[in-house]
């Protein structure tokens, strides 16, 4: 038995078009932010490489989505990261936040200037304020796309990311990307953490403003 219904064709007839309002556990998430306390721990041939960063993540509404039947809503997220002092980009990463409020599922999708994309998922309450999600290479839904240096180098076997969204309004990430390194024994945890606070309020999304 499938989940899904068998006409894989009709949309939604009433679909509201304010996004913002239909975001479940992404709602806290929407907006403009800057992380000053980001930790990451990269592979490096000497071992593990922690380096202090410094983010600023943008996450805007887009217009509702429908796949025939399935609704979802989402921001558009994209995050630029420094490190403290630097102004070269040390970390590039953008994709979309989905949710399906039927169902409750998450999803993110990311892509990475290494030549690199995943889509991740997960479920979640509409009202939660700690939910993940995650991915798996050679999985077909919830999978991981390396070019062919990553696959062959920096092997990645899997990614989840774990969000809390705080008392004071701001919101953390735990993320850890599993690498297989060519030449070593052992899997690597390649860990990136952060918390964001509000520097900008997020624009409604264009069906909206028209
Ligand atoms: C805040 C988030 C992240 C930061 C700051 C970050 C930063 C870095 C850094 C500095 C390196 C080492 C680069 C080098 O030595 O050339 C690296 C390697 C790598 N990262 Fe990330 N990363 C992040 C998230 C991710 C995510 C989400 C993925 C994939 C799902 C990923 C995949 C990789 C891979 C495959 C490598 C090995 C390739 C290489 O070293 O060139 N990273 N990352």
């Known amino acids: 038995m499938s989940e899904f219904p068998d006409d894989i064709y009709t949309e939604p ?3 509201d078009p304010d996004t913002l309002s239909n975001l479940g556990p992404l709602r806290p998430l929407a907006g403009i932010w800057e992380g000053i306390k980001g930790l990451d721990v990269n592979p490096k041939p000497e071992g593990p490489e922690r380096q202090a960063f410094i983010e600023r993540m943008e996450l805007q509404p887009i217009d509702p989505q429908a796949n025939g039947p399935q609704l979802l809503y989402g921001l558009h997220y994209v995050t630029r990261i420094v490190k403290p002092g630097e102004v070269e980009t040390y970390h ?6 989905l949710w399906e409020p039927a169902t409750g599922v998450i999803m993110q999708t990311l892509a990475i200037p290494r030549a690199q994309v995943a889509l991740a998922g997960g479920r979640a309450a509409a009202d939660a304020t700690q939910f993940e999600v995650s991915a ?9 796309c390396s070019g062919p240096f990553l696959e062959h180098a920096f092997r990645t076997d899997s990614y989840r990311i774990v969000v809390t969204v705080n008392p004071d309004g701001s919101w953390s990430y735990d993320e850890v990307t599993v690498l297989v390194v060519r030449g070593q024994s052992e899997p690597f945890m390649h860990t990136d953490r952060n918390t964001l606070r509000r520097i900008g309020d997020p624009t409604p999304n264009p069906l909206m403003r028209g």
């Open 13 to 15: 007839a009433e679909v």
């Open 92 to 97: 590039h990463q953008t994709g979309y936040w």
């Open 136 to 144: 798996r290479r050679g999985d077909t839904a919830f999978g991981i």
